[in-house]
């Protein structure tokens, strides 16, 4: 049973460069998200999607981009990182039968950005 | 504004002592509420939910929430704490309508369960 993982664990990337974080999940779920973690401010939520090539905009998504081309990949984006996006990022699905499945986490991307 | 409220960055208790990790909510409509665990370096783990019926749930290792419509309240509760259930807990809501209906999450309270 995989789940939901994400890749890379850790990354150390510069001012300007672009950087995606992948999400993979194995349960064909309809929902995905991806939420940021912040000391201080939970987590909150950059963007989701509904399913295959239907995106929209979370609490904070200026700086990001995603795509979900197939249901089980939901990427992220950083197109010109800046130091403000260092964070724990956090990818997450749900079924789209009931909402009040609970959602699944990967483990998490710890992103630094110099 | 959508809001969920949890009062202390941090509870410290004994353990075998009951523990509470309190929980408060703005939210229009009747939203569904989640608790969640996170161990250091990893994900966020579902712990339990209240979505309609009793006010108390039972969730997974041994851990209860009261739920109390009146107050807005969603305490986390376990009758005797364990060491091991040091971590950090989020209270989250999820409205009945709106953005792809996605958690909102409280800011999260360590616990610190000392032996």
């Known amino acids: 049973d995989a789940g939901i993982t994400q890749s890379p664990r850790y990354k150390i990337t510069e001012t300007g460069r672009q950087v995606t974080l992948m999400c993979h999940q194995t349960?064909?779920?309809?929902?995905m998200f991806w939420y940021r973690q912040d000391l201080g401010h939970g987590l909150r939520l950059i963007y989701y999607?509904?399913?295959?090539?239907?995106?929209d905009k979370g609490e904070v998504p200026d700086g990001y981009v995603v795509s979900r081309s197939k249901t089980e990949n939901f990427p992220l984006t950083l197109e010109s990182a800046t130091r403000s996006q260092t964070s724990v990022y956090f990818c997450?699905?749900?079924?789209?039968?009931?909402?009040?499945?609970?959602?699944?986490f990967g483990d998490g991307t710890r992103l630094s950005i110099l | 504004a959508q809001s969920v409220a949890q009062p202390e960055d941090q509870v410290n208790v004994a353990e075998g002592n009951p523990l509470t990790v309190k929980c408060t909510y703005s939210?229009?409509?009747?939203?569904?509420l989640f608790w969640y665990v996170q161990y250091p370096n990893r994900g966020l783990q579902f712990l339990l939910k209240?979505?309609?019926?009793?006010?108390l749930v039972k969730g997974s290792y041994g851990f209860e929430a009261e739920f109390n419509k009146s107050q807005t309240s969603f305490h986390l509760k376990k009758p005797s704490a364990l060491v091991s259930d040091s971590a950090l807990y989020f209270c989250?809501?999820?409205?009945?309508?709106?953005?792809?209906?996605?958690?909102?999450f409280g800011k999260g309270t360590t616990l610190s369960v000392s032996s």
């Open positions: 209240y979505i309609t019926g009793d006010n």
């Open positions: 999607s509904a399913a295959a090539d239907i995106t």
């Open positions: 997450a699905s749900r079924k789209r039968e009931a909402g009040n499945q609970p959602q699944h």
């Open positions: 939210v229009s409509g009747n939203p569904y």
């Open positions: 989250a809501v999820r409205p009945p309508l709106g953005a792809g209906t996605a958690l909102i």
């Open positions: 349960w064909s779920h309809s929902y």
